[in-house]
């Protein structure tokens, strides 16, 4: 895959973006698992599709998220298998490589980065969300857990702690934790859900808790709102209080994106947007017809990134809704595209859409 490695490389990776590069590794990721995976072959087959001819990314078959969960469609059978948290039930399950490795780390790196979440300096943990145990795969936990990886731990405090066989929240604890920790002088990083972080600060705002967390403290946000939705606030909502109850800066509100299907870690920028990096591209496709929409309109979120071997997931359609803006529209100075995640496709007309691809798919197979 010399596409690919040239896609990855450092210089690639933090310098401009380079399309043809890209459709490169695309064509040669595709053609990878057409070569090794009989099932994405038919697939494939099925749709027409010519690799050789291929010159938009638009043009490229797609697989479903739904369509992915419960079937086993990867290409090399892995000693590591990423786990949606399945919170529909079923759950997707997505193998990587053994040299796909590195290049997630990378591109986690890359990411991360750019936003100065490495340091050398010890901090206290909040984690938002379980506490890691052996019987739950969920993906978003293990992220979490990669996230305390960035600067070295004093301690870790968690949210959900296994006790008698299930997961009990200790949201209690944890408001006496962030007290201790907010007398600290060294920093306090605070990781998970931001559904979670909501319920903490709208706990300590009914008790007018107001702590000043320690120079340098951070949160980061990940997991999405999706298990809450009913819950969600404005971002803006959110930061207000965390700069009211914790002393947090805005622009120490960190949120990440990564989906299992789509292993690409994004990082907002300092203005909380998701530009798309150069070794991935996001399409928005129209709920009905599946076409692709020109920037600004809202519609199905399609990921493209040549990242992995161990799974076909070149070409991922998802159920998130979401817009596209050009980078311009930022103002942070990154040129590339960002996108707006506006929510999970719940209106049923847009599950009957996303069960037509998927059922159009299933019956390629
Ligand atoms: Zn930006």
Redesign the pocket.
């Known amino acids: 895959m010399k596409y690919r490695r040239k896609l990855f490389a450092a210089k690639t990776m933090s310098g401009r973006d380079c399309p043809g590069l890209l459709a490169a590794a695309v064509k040669e990721n595709v053609a990878y698992h057409r070569a090794h995976n009989p099932a994405y072959r038919r697939l494939l087959d099925g749709m027409g599709f010519d690799a050789a001819h291929f010159d938009r990314f638009s043009q490229l078959p797609f697989l479903t998220t739904a369509f992915l969960k419960g079937q086993d469609l990867n290409t090399k059978r892995s000693f590591y298998m990423a786990q949606s948290s399945g919170t529909s039930g079923k759950k997707s399950a997505v193998s990587y490589a053994p040299d796909d490795l590195p290049v997630l780390l990378k591109t986690a790196v890359h990411a991360m980065a750019q936003r100065g979440l490495f340091s050398p300096k010890p901090v206290n943990y909040v984690m938002l969300g379980y506490r890691y145990h052996r019987g739950n795969q969920a993906q978003t936990m293990r992220t979490a857990y990669l996230g305390t990886l960035m600067a070295p731990a004093l301690r870790k405090r968690f949210a959900l702690e296994w006790r008698d066989g299930a997961y009990q929240p200790r949201l209690e604890g944890l408001l006496e934790d962030l007290v201790k920790f907010s007398r600290s002088s060294f920093p306090c990083r605070i990781l998970g859900f931001p559904s979670y972080l909501f319920f903490l600060l709208e706990r300590m705002e009914e008790r007018q808790i107001r702590l000043t967390m320690p120079a340098g403290s951070k949160i980061l946000l990940g997991g999405g709102w999706k298990q809450f939705a009913q819950e969600e606030v404005e971002k803006a909502e959110l930061y207000r209080l965390a700069r009211e109850r914790l002393g947090i800066a805005e622009e120490d509100i960190v949120e990440i994106f990564a989906a299992v299907e789509h292993p690409v870690i994004y990082c907002?920028?300092?203005?909380h947007?998701f530009?798309v990096p150069a070794y991935a591209r996001v399409m928005i496709r129209d709920v009905h017809s599946l076409k692709p929409l020109p920037m600004g309109e809202p519609g199905l979120i399609h990921f493209v990134s040549p990242i992995l071997k161990g799974s076909p997931v070149v070409s991922i359609m998802t159920d998130d809704i979401g817009v596209l803006h050009p980078?311009s529209a930022?103002?942070?100075?990154?040129p590339a595209p960002?996108f707006t995640v506006l929510g999970r496709a719940g209106l049923s007309e847009i599950k009957t859409c996303v069960q037509g691809a998927n059922e159009y798919a299933e019956g390629q197979l």
């Open positions: 907002d920028c300092p203005r947007h530009h980078g930022c103002g942070c100075g990154d960002f």
